[in-house]
């Protein structure tokens, strides 16, 4: 019989008396013990996320090149691997365990998850990602040199994408699953021919052989089990069903039992393998029953195999358990991490840990920013000298690898203490977030929390910084510099942040429009989202699988319209996952406007509102106007130079006439005084800023919403979501907007019946893309069917070019280690310093 651990209660009673210890050792003259001293040494270099989550990764660090996915150990455990395989540079990088050095570091065109030593460490063989193809390199003189490729098919667009492999030398074979083609192949090592393909139903994440070789055991990334295959024969002999996402897996040495990480459900799966059933489900979460958004997707067992280590990409810790009765696993405690911490490894005392996005939240000081944003630190001892490449945000992620030395019982205490007080979720936060009382965002979820607001509407906008926008804004904390679409090309925008409230420290949770959709609707990516959207973001092959296009890319509990489906809460969704006049997703059958068109930037989001308008008129008439509205007005993405397009300030231009003729008409409307307007954008990637790449427009209008307000405060993607939720009565939906601040202090106690009169731009909506040269011509290249199937460095830099001259360079995104708090409530005579 399955049993779910849940002794995550004693673990924290355990840690709230550490906390307690700590205070009392503190107050006496009893001196510091190791678990306080190492505690304030992390404190002391905490890293503030532009999340709200916080950074202390403890050990030693190497730098690694873009998103690491794996990591394996060498049979003799001489030597380490790592596959690095972000947006930007994609390489293998071998390492020496004992003395902690990289011994060599090749670059790849294309590569993916899979990695794996063979048994003399005479080869190392790697996923060759959408090339379809198995890289192979020699070892020689600790270096690794390429070897004649294992070919699997074609490259892309012919679907295959080997993830996960495992080689057994004895046979000659290397067994390789797939996520395109949901298939395992076996090939011969010595001969490089494909001897089998076995179709295996759903996308795979990795595989693993038993101790005698003769099965293979496969997680499912998108089935939701693990499979048995005899490779032998070969066949599936058996699926065992698990939680959504198996990820890792890792196997005990006598072969009896098979840990199987699910990362979009929080929890690890213990399975007998004789049994073929799981026995026990360990949760992963700092706290029992916490909603999705832990992510464990790296599993590594101590020597002894009685210490489980689990990697919690988005919790940025690995979860430490006591293991040595199977099926009564009890939680030990947590070890911080860097960002996103993807794979765990064991050599004998030392844990090595690889982190997808490294340490902080990049900042890229080789530009090309203006000369007079960079410090002397910054520009370096020699301004001439030629800068290096444009760093993009999707490639701005270094990730790393920790070492930590294995941490005694006290040691571990303080790593617990310094996990929770990084993480600003807790249990408590799901039914009840701060606020003031009779503010019209409650604080409390259900019961008799109510709000005066009865509808919202919810605008979703494409890809731009503050400072891109509202830099030329003297009220926020702008840079006029970098302002691309000022007050005349988005007048209303500009008159909303003046008139209504302007948020000049708010922060998208994506990084691109692919994990941005997610991360809009549902406050999380899960792992398939974030590790897949970087190789077509890369130009390396993959499809655009997001906005619900593909069932593993949902998130455990589903996106906004499913959490109102289930708490009877009403909703309709104009062009929001709904495109080419059909629905993505079940839930939006019949929750849509066909007359609202999809994503098209050939159609003006003016016509959009145009039939919004119609539509909405008529549900009021009927007294039926939903109580959620999600609308996309996503053509401020532009067009870039291409010819016969918007111009990029007319494409702004018509945007932003659609967002304000769309909040006038609303205002007009006898239910004003029970709306609220709230428009962000999905992510912030297509332009610069001054504060964090991050930071990105947003804005709040409606009947409770101050007026002439500036609001310095903090705020989130996660954080705009919690705030729609307190208002409809929706729980949270993940872990990152049970911890996000709402947005209550935008907010009045009493409504103000003024509306909103839109303006006119300064420009011609209708002018078109006319000028043939090199933008227009790199233009016409792009797929702009779907948001970002394009190199977004270098739209945006035509889009930069297209708007302030050919020759004009343009300044890349800043990013910062530490955003900045803030202060809370300001009005706009306040101080920002």
Request: with cysteine; proline share 6%; net charge neutral.
């Amino acid at each position: 019989m399955m049993n779910r651990s849940t002794s995550f209660y004693s673990v924290w009673v355990l840690l709230i008396l550490s906390i307690l210890a700590g205070c009392n050792r503190k107050n006496s003259s009893t001196p510091a013990t190791e678990e306080v001293e190492v505690y304030k040494k992390l404190v002391a270099k905490r890293v503030n996320l532009p999340n709200g989550w916080a950074l202390t990764p403890p050990g030693r660090s190497l730098d690694l090149d873009d998103l690491p996915l794996n990591l394996v150990v060498s049979p003799s455990r001489k030597y380490l691997a790592v596959t690095n395989n972000g947006q930007s540079t994609q390489s293998i990088t071998l390492l020496d365990a004992l003395t902690e050095k990289i011994l060599d570091t090749v670059r790849v065109g294309k590569s993916y998850l899979g990695l794996a030593f063979s048994e003399d460490e005479t080869r190392l063989y790697a996923s060759g990602g959408n090339d379809n193809r198995i890289l192979v390199y020699k070892l020689e003189n600790q270096k690794l040199l390429p070897d004649e490729p294992i070919v699997l098919g074609k490259p892309w667009p012919t679907k295959i994408s080997p993830t996960g492999l495992c080689v057994d030398d004895a046979k000659n074979r290397l067994y390789v699953v797939t996520k395109e083609d949901s298939s395992l192949y076996i090939a011969d090592t010595k001969t490089r021919q494909i001897l089998h393909k076995l179709p295996i139903g759903a996308a795979a994440y990795t595989c693993l052989l038993s101790p005698d070789k003769n099965q293979l055991y496969v997680s499912l990334w998108g089935g939701a089990s693990v499979l048995i295959v005899d490779v032998n024969t070969p066949k599936i002999v058996a699926k065992i069903k698990t939680n959504k996402n198996p990820n890792d897996l890792l196997l005990t040495r006598n072969g009896q039992h098979l840990f199987v990480a699910n990362g979009n459900d929080n929890t690890v799966a213990l399975i007998d393998v004789a049994k073929q059933q799981v026995i026990e489900t360990m949760t992963t979460s700092l706290f029992p029953d916490a909603p999705v958004g832990s992510t464990p997707n790296g599993l590594a067992l101590s020597d002894n195999e009685n210490t489980l280590y689990i990697a919690n990409a988005d919790n940025n810790c690995l979860a430490v358990f006591d293991v040595t009765r199977k099926g009564h696993s009890q939680s030990s405690g947590f070890i911080p991490t860097g960002w996103y911490p993807t794979a765990v490894k064991v050599i004998g005392s030392k844990l090595f840990v690889t982190n997808g996005k490294g340490f902080s939240s990049q900042a890229n000081p080789r530009g090309p920013n203006p000369v007079r944003t960079r410090t002397p630190q910054q520009v370096g001892p020699n301004p001439q000298a030629n800068p290096g490449p444009v760093q993009y945000i999707a490639g701005l992620f270094k990730g790393t690898l920790s070492i930590i030395d294995m941490p005694d019982s006290e040691v571990l205490a303080a790593y617990s203490r310094l996990v929770y007080a990084n993480t600003p979720y807790t249990k408590s936060k799901e039914l009840r977030s701060e606020g003031e009382a009779g503010n019209p965002i409650p604080m409390r979820v259900g019961g008799n929390a109510r709000s005066p607001i009865k509808y919202v509407f919810y605008i979703i906008k494409e890809n731009r910084t503050y400072d891109q926008v509202l830099g030329d804004m003297k009220e926020g904390n702008g840079d006029a510099a970098l302002c691309l679409f000022p007050q005349k090309v988005t007048p209303n925008q500009h008159a909303l942040a003046k008139q209504f409230v302007l948020l000049d420290n708010f922060y998208v949770d994506a990084e691109v429009s692919a994990d941005g959709h997610n991360w809009s609707s549902a406050a999380y990516a899960n792992d398939y989202v974030e590790k897949n959207w970087v190789t077509s973001y890369g130009g390396r092959g993959g499809t655009y699988d997001y906005e619900g296009q593909k069932e593993i890319a949902h998130p455990r509990d589903g996106f906004i319209w499913d959490h109102c489906l289930r708490a009877g809460v009403s909703f309709r969704s104009y062009g929001w996952f709904a495109d080419d006049e059909k629905p993505n997703i079940k839930t939006l059958e019949g929750k849509f406007c066909p007359t609202f068109k999809g994503y098209n930037l050939g159609y003006l989001d003016s016509k959009r509102e145009e039939a919004w308008e119609k539509d909405f008129d008529e549900l009021v008439a009927a007294g039926k106007v939903p109580q959620l509205s999600t609308v996309r007005f996503g053509n401020d993405h532009t067009s870039g130079a291409r010819i016969g397009m918007p111009t990029p300030d007319a494409a702004l231009a018509d945007n932003d006439l659609a967002v304000g003729r769309f909040v006038e008409h609303l205002s007009k409307s006898p239910i004003w005084k029970e709306s609220v307007v709230f428009i962000l954008e999905d992510d912030a990637q297509n332009g610069p800023d001054h504060v964090d790449a991050h930071r990105s427009i947003a804005f709040v209008a409606g009947g409770f919403v101050k007026r002439h307000f500036v609001d310095h405060t903090m705020y989130s993607t996660s954080g705009l979501l919690r705030t729609i939720e307190l208002i409809l009565g929706l729980k949270p939906m993940s872990q990152y907007d049970a911890a996000a601040t709402p947005l209550w202090r935008c907010f009045s106690k009493q409504a103000d019946p003024a509306g909103f009169e839109s303006l006119e731009p300064g420009i011609d909506i209708n002018q078109k893309n006319v000028a043939i040269n090199r933008n227009s011509k790199r233009s016409s290249m792009f797929n702009l069917s779907r948001p970002d199937e394009i190199d977004d460095l270098i739209f945006s830099e035509i889009v930069w070019q297209t708007v302030r001259g050919a020759t004009s360079n343009m300044p890349a995104p800043r990013r910062g280690a530490f955003v900045r708090s803030g202060k809370t409530g300001l009005t706009d005579d306040d101080d920002d310093d």
